[in-house]
């Protein structure tokens, strides 16, 4: 949006052209991905737009690209979803935030995600790593539940090299085992590849 809507059109009609899939920028509010016999629902919350994009692109042209809820907007989504995949990953742009420890709003946010019904999240947007909780929930049936949380996944792209502390990040690489209807989920393993990013 720094460049104003239009441009922000475009950079979305060229992401499409290429067969990728942009997420939480446009009409679809959510995506729907079959691996390995699993439906997985996928939602992202966009908050935040910078200073100069807010000033490019007007809250009207805003809203026709990026959807902001509510938290309970979001809750109400995620229970919505639960029914129907076996696996609701919910990613968050938070917006920059710096530290390498969540906040009292992150932890809120994503515990109410998973109390709503969602297995993964993933926090973005805070710029430095932060740490990855599993959180362990009963569901419907009595199963344990775990609830991925990787609280921030640093910078995988960036143009600002002034910062050093915001120029790494992490690629996760999850093996999980679930239920039909998502009646029980867990992680059995957990890896991540650390990134850097060296030239911008």
Not at 75 to 100: C, M, N
Not at 151 to 175: H, P
């Amino acid at each position: 949006f720094d460049s104003g809507f239009a441009d922000a059109q475009y950079t979305l009609e060229r992401i499409r052209a290429t067969h990728l899939q942009p997420l939480g920028l446009g009409p679809e509010e959510v995506q729907v991905l079959r691996v390995n016999g699993l439906s997985i629902a996928w939602l992202h919350e966009g908050r935040e737009v910078s200073a100069v994009g807010q000033k490019a692109a007007g809250g009207e042209e805003r809203a026709q690209l990026l959807r902001a809820r509510s938290d309970e907007q979001l809750f109400e989504q995620v229970r919505a979803l639960r029914p129907y995949h076996d696996v609701v990953v919910v990613s968050i742009a938070q917006g920059k935030r710096t530290g390498a420890t969540p906040t009292a709003a992150q932890r809120t946010l994503a515990r109410g995600l998973g109390q709503a019904g969602a297995d993964l999240i993933l926090g973005m947007g805070a710029e430095q790593v932060q740490e990855i909780e599993v959180y362990a929930l009963p569901d419907a049936s009595g199963c344990q539940r775990d609830v991925l949380i990787a609280y921030s996944m640093g910078t995988l792209l960036t143009e600002n090299r002034n910062r050093r502390e915001a120029l790494s990040g992490v690629l996760l690489n999850l093996t999980l085992e679930t239920r039909p209807g998502g009646q029980g989920l867990r992680y059995t393993s957990i890896l991540y590849t650390p990134t850097y990013v060296r030239k911008w």
